[in-house]
């Protein structure tokens, strides 16, 4: 049995990650909580608690509002990608649920704390709001369970910058506190999502035939995602880096490969803003290669470096048509 | 015909593309210049004049001594890879001839500056002598005809650390001043090197099987490198990035895809010194993903994607085996 | 009538501070909320909650514990000022008073956020607290009536660094928050207490022989620093950043300059940790100096430039003979 | 008899130093060496042409035209202060005598490694080409006998930014290689020339009674400095950092107060550009005020503190009388 907080920034595939977490046998989302990212705050709440009434978990799950916007630096947004109201401008009405008046960061310390060992974390958004509990509360890290993180890249190309992926690019301080602060964690970069958590067109296809509210839920607002991808690329399926983060938080047999790393985030570049430092078994030890980088620290997050892809959209499948 | 001036930190795989260039019929190589890097600098000095000797050139091309060290940060080196004097510590005798008197920034600016759009550099060290040529006289980077750069990485793992590559790993701030210059430029990274520039343990046999003086000179200068390779990653096989940026600069037709590309180097970050930032079509606008980024300014770069591994195999074959 | 919450990281002056407040008729002192920086942070608990008791408040103003660390830098501290426990090392008996159970941050927004436009701060420690509080909520800084900052420079000698002042070079990215909150603020610096902070031995004297139960905890309390002013500068004077900012605070007459400036904080820089950029009318337009810098922004901050030191040490004197 | 090399961006007070400097019995001016800095690079070529000719000096002191950019940085100029032609717009002939083809770092290295331990520099410009004789020739700061620099701030207010004076401003990073290459070396400040360069007005009009050619010429150039200081300051004085600097270098008996300190440069800083870090006895020592700083470095440079400011301007009297 797993005992789950949410920590989203409610657009597109997060909504899906959403999904797959409520409707998973032997799990408990005992809290949704928001983070600044994607899209409109406010609009991410509703999303949020649009999603549990959709899922069937309306008024059964509280959402906490959390910290607005990053910590340090200018907020940016995705509504590029995602349409302005993070659900392929699909203009949902309002849920029935109200998001709960206490904060993020107080219900994510106050629920860990009063459960230590016994909560999981899947963090998918900017990572403020797990960060500013670790900035007030330093046991906060060692009382989790396990965080699983959407965020950062695996040496190899970011979805903002060469460097940086978003959810590390919009809040590079919060990455960095987070990545230091002792969790029990696992990676799921980007470099991963590109390369495994692809629904590609056919499948989306299936799924939308599955013609369920859940499937007919899931084809409308990932539109955007399918129209970004079809604009840029030129082909019609769409990534679910949120998802497919959940996927293997739920089912470990996904991790196809997977190893103990060193990373750290990048909070002091000019063009390297967020940029996620992966250790790698192919580079000399760091104190052969430079005298004066010392000896490296130890392994802080296990990085998932392969996942199973058909596994995953099975699952998709599975949730979407149930 | 190509005027070349080669600039080199000569152990190891350096000096392999110098016999490549040196061997290449329509190639005179002009001068080459030594820049501090892999090894002792004056041991670089004396590999340079031993490589002419070897390769048949001995007192025909003169070697001018450049910056021992780089722009503003403390040298490290390479002696883990090519042993102590760089040449698999072969400990070979001192060359006939000498160094020149003067020194390399001079002799580029010289050069370059009294043979304007005539002179094509291979820059298959750090920076600095280049970029002090730059610093010296602004109008050096558009009087060169075109600077072939083995440097940086594309989007992908370094080699020294995760972000960054050896040569501008070693000095960041020389990287960004050339890749800022205006120079016609091509950029061959370490991510083609670890991809295309791989001789491996059979075809190593071959060349060694040529007996001739080169590739007995070939095999024994190389061995460090192997003995590197097969001690980190279980495979007898060398990786020879100087080589091949020298192979598809004397043959263009190596080149099997390219890209021209925004290119810039991180000097400022706390884990990210000398990382090449190389932008790629995948990626949004940057004014889109963060209206902060402004505009991307324009390419300033060819970067080699992939080029033609078996090719250049056999093109380092024929020279040796002359 | 002033209602205050008084952040501290209480040590020495930081005592004295209180002290101020606490015997100031027409201040009511809602609040002391502790944040990590000159000394153990526990010990910094039990020294506020002394001091209450000290002051005849003991049970009468909540304490509440806050940010152990700064956001993401290693802790330093003060003890070779203050000595081990930030009392000289007197080692007094433990309160009565405990401290609250919930956390400065939440009480800080909780207290200010009920009463908007009603609560006046001193923030005399690191800015951790305060950051974490605006980063939770960013309303927070609109709602605080008026934020007094010990902290910075003011174009001149730091006392960590030749950059920086403690408080800020301890935290500098929650400096730099708060300083870009939007508070109505004003900044009293180490420049200012270098200048108008210091209690002269003669009056030290003077206050001693005024032997009540105050001015004997302040002579013993105050040991450290006039040790520590002898040991370094051969004069057995005392500085009062904490107190002297309390006092202009308290008794606004005894600012005797100020000016209106654009105050922003260091954190990327490799020398100049915490540096606190404070505007000048000396200087050129900056858009003049260096068209990239473009315009100024807005003033944010009033910084005291001189304060009536003597007024100053008869207000100590005053509370201290009460 | 001093030997001595002047290194200037030749706009106002520049040439002032340059007066003093050739006026002085048993001072050699081996070379003047020019330096993009103040305005426009060739107008500086010819200010410094056109002084040499003023001082009866036209074709006995060689003029070498040096780099005409910061090393990494994009320009600025000080036309502000100095007027377009940074002779308050006086538009003077061109002077009898050309510029050097030679470059004003090979001419430095030149002389200096040809003259060890005998040449004085007196770096009353950006320090690019003192970095780049140093990039290219490391044994260079070992064989100058002094250095002499007018830049960076004593803890105190820059006048480009906060943290910053000009010279260091311009080129931080050749500051900091300066700074960091051994030389036996002064510094003049900034924040000495505020305090103490100073000539009065009253002192003005004593100098332009002297009805001189000099004197008049003094008049003249410096008119966009006085009107510069009225409108700014309402003070129709000027200030005189080059000429004071090379006042202290002619008599060291005009420095009142040194001291020797640890200085360096700042180049990674958002608001800090060009800071200059010097230590001072004030400080704990920096490994007990933070552990992680270490201990602090051997002093690099002796800081000027206070000079004679009466006699400067008697010296610049006599000079200007002659
Ligand atoms: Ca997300
Ligand atoms: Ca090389
Ligand atoms: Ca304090
Ligand atoms: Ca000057």
């Known amino acids: 049995a797993m005992r789950l907080i949410i920590d989203t920034d409610t657009a597109g595939d997060d909504c899906f990650s959403m999904l797959l977490a409520l409707h998973q046998p032997g799990v408990t989302v005992e809290a949704v909580t928001i983070c600044g990212g994607n899209i409109d705050f406010d609009q991410q709440v509703e999303n949020a608690l ?28 995705a509504e590029y990608v995602f ?33 230590p060992g016994e909560i999981t974390i899947l963090a998918q958004a900017p990572l403020t709001n797990i960060a500013a509990a670790v900035v007030q509360e330093p046991r906060f890290a ?19 910058t060469p460097a940086a992926e978003f959810n590390f690019y919009v809040d590079p301080e919060a990455a960095q506190i987070v990545m230091n602060a002792g969790f029990a964690c ?9 390369q495994d958590s692809g629904i590609l067109a056919a499948e989306l296809a299936d799924i939308a035939a599955l013609d369920t509210p859940l499937s007919r839920f899931f084809t ?12 840029r ?3 019609g399926d769409s990534l679910h880096p949120d ?63 392969r996942a199973d892809r058909a596994a995953f959209v099975q699952m998709m499948r599975r949730a979407l048509g149930a």
Request: hydrophobic residues 40%; glycine residues 8%; aromatic residues 4%.
């Open 50 to 77: 649009y999603t549990l009434e959709v899922a069937g978990k309306g008024g059964k799950v509280p959402v906490y509002p959390g910290c607005r916007r990053p910590m340090m630096r200018k907020p940016i947004d």
């Open 83 to 115: 349409g302005e109201d993070g659900m392929s401008d699909a203009h949902y009405p309002r849920a029935h649920q109200r998001p709960e008046a206490s904060h993020a960061v107080q219900a994510l310390i106050d629920i860990v704390m009063s459960n």
């Open 142 to 160: 060692g009382a989790v369970k396990h965080l699983w993180i959407m965020g950062g890249t695996d040496n190899s190309l970011g979805n903002v």
């Open 186 to 194: 696992t990676l799921s970069t980007w470099t991963l999502s590109v």
């Open 220 to 231: 409308q607002v990932n539109q955007a995602s399918v129209d970004f991808s079809m604009a």
């Open 233 to 235: 690329y030129g082909v």
């Open 243 to 305: 998802a497919l983060t959940c996927a293997i938080m739920l089912d470990e047999s996904l991790i196809l490969e997977s190893g103990d790393c060193v990373v750290d985030v990048e909070t002091q570049g000019r063009l390297t803003r967020g940029y996620s430092s992966v250790s790698s078994p192919r580079l000399p030890a760091q104190e052969v290669a430079d005298p004066e980088l010392g000896s490296a620290t130890p392994a802080n997050a296990r990085v998932i470096r």
